[in-house]
Structure formats: structure tokens, C-alpha cells
């Protein structure tokens, strides 16, 4: 029994003389590899709701389908418009954008110069744009000149199959030029665009005094004349009698050469006046 005890004693002096090492702390290791610039990783959001209109006018009830997109740092990158109009690019860096806006059948819309700063948690809001249909039944089939001494009397006659639409008068664009082949690229839009007028026999008509075909100090013709149109008054609502102007929802300003861009602008054939 004394020889158990005294085996027992020297294990826990044995247990007790043990004592565990604390290491010393070795020299700090290679830095790791740089992150990435937070900024890019920023979940900033450019949004903005569009609506989609048809060629008469009257906008329509489903706007989805629109195709919506801007340069990230030399690659294209899309978006598609939800049923609202609505459309949203996520995580992108802080930058100035140019946005396009497509749809088959449809003029192609564009803005520019939204600037973003990521960082809040509001999104980047791009004004609301209009996107008009191109004209088919509402575009100029034809026109036609009877000239007299003093006068230019032209005709405009839409597609056959559009007699019972009335075309608002402000859709319509007269380009008056000395370049055989009038366009906005070349003829501004003449102020004689918001005289045409129906004639009653499904056409229009305008009466143009000669010695305003060129304006002031304009050269002699031979002029040339086009009539085209596209939607600049649309309707606001549901209602035949509520039009409103498009404003830059009809056209936009290229930032590169200062011209008016008309999307769905579409010209007819073209008459020379001597």
C-alpha cells in the first residue's frame, strides 16, 4: 500500500514539473496581393423609365422589349425594358454614360451625358424617354407641285390606307434646300412645317409664296423640296385631345456636330422647284 502511495506521489510531481512552452512570435509574412479599388465593387445603380408610343400617337399599354445600352469602359453592355418601362444597370463605376434605346420598328433614341457617382442609395435617375414608332400608315406616300408665277402649291398625300387618320399638323416636317437631297443632315426644317393642313379630300395641302423658298440671303434655286413626319406631338394620355410636345423625347441634340436627330423621321420623294 505505501509502495502505491508513493508511486501516485511521483506521477503528480512528475505531472506537475511539466510545463508547456510558449513559442515566440515569428517576423510577419509577405504582404498579400492588392484588392480591388472599392469604388468598383460600389453597387451604384442608373435607372430610368421609358414609354413606348405607336405611330398614331396613342401610347401603348406594354413597353417591354426596348433594348437599353451604354459603353463600360469600351464594352457594350445591355439592359431590356420591363413591362412598365422600366430599366436598371447595377455595380457600375463612377463615369459619364451615353445611353441607346432600340426597339424593331422603332426610332432609335439616345442620351447623353449622365453623369453617376456610386456610392449612395439612391440610384442614378435617367430622365424618362419617349420611343415613337416609325411611321407606315401615317408617313408621306407622295407630293406633288402645281407652280404658278408667284406660288408653289403642293399636295401631301399619306398612305392610301390612312385616309381616315387625320395627322396633326405639327407631325410634319418641310425640308426646303438647295442640296438635291434634302435631309435633316443638311436642310434645317422649315417654319412652313406647321402650315400644312389637311385639304378635306384625304390629303394635305401648302401654299408657299416663291420668294420665301430660300429665305434671307439665301441663293437662287433651284430648291428642292421633301415632306416627312414623325411623332413630335404625342398624346399624353389616352385621349385624342391630349397632346403634348415631346420636346427631347422626339428628337436629341448630337453632342458631336450640334444637329437634330429626328428618330422616326421618315422623308417622301423629292420635287425641284426651277
Not at 434671307?216 to 413626319?229: A, H, R
Request: aromatic residues 14%.
Amino acid at each position: 500500500m505505501s509502495k502505491t502511495i508513493a508511486c501516485f506521489i511521483s506521477i503528480l510531481l512528475f505531472c506537475y514539473s511539466c510545463k508547456k512552452e510558449t513559442g515566440v512570435p515569428g517576423p510577419a509574412g509577405p504582404a498579400g496581393n492588392t484588392g480591388l479599388d472599392g469604388s468598383l465593387l460600389d453597387t451604384g445603380t442608373i435607372s430610368g423609365n421609358l414609354a413606348v408610343y405607336d405611330e398614331f400617337s396613342w401610347p401603348l399599354a406594354d413597353s417591354s422589349g426596348v433594348a437599353v445600352s451604354l459603353d463600360l469602359n469600351g464594352t457594350p453592355v445591355s439592359t431590356t425594358s420591363d413591362h412598365s418601362g422600366n430599366y436598371y444597370f447595377h455595380g457600375l463605376p463612377s463615369g459619364t454614360y451615353n445611353l441607346t434605346y432600340q426597339k424593331p420598328n422603332f426610332g432609335t433614341m439616345k442620351v447623353f451625358g449622365i453623369s453617376h457617382s456610386p456610392g449612395s442609395n439612391l440610384h442614378t435617375i435617367v430622365p424618362e424617354v419617349y420611343l415613337l414608332q416609325n411611321p407606315v400608315k401615317t408617313a408621306v406616300d407622295s407630293i406633288r407641285m402645281t407652280d404658278s408665277y408667284y406660288y408653289v402649291f403642293l399636295t401631301i398625300y399619306l398612305d392610301t390606307s390612312s385616309l381616315s387618320y387625320v395627322q396633326f399638323q405639327h407631325n410634319f416636317m418641310l425640308l426646303i434646300g438647295t442640296d438635291p437631297n434634302p435631309s435633316t443632315a443638311n436642310t434645317a426644317g422649315s417654319i412652313l412645317s406647321n402650315y400644312i393642313t389637311p385639304d378635306g379630300s384625304g390629303a394635305y395641302s401648302l401654299v408657299i409664296d416663291k420668294s420665301y423658298l430660300g429665305g434671307i440671303n439665301q441663293s437662287s434655286g433651284p430648291y428642292y423640296i421633301s415632306v416627312g413626319t414623325y411623332n413630335r406631338y404625342i398624346r399624353a394620355f389616352k385621349n385624342q385631345y391630349s397632346l403634348f410636345d415631346t420636346g427631347m423625347g422626339g428628337y436629341y441634340v448630337d453632342p458631336s456636330d450640334g444637329k437634330f436627330v429626328f428618330p422616326n423621321l421618315k422623308l417622301s420623294n423629292v420635287i425641284t422647284v426651277p
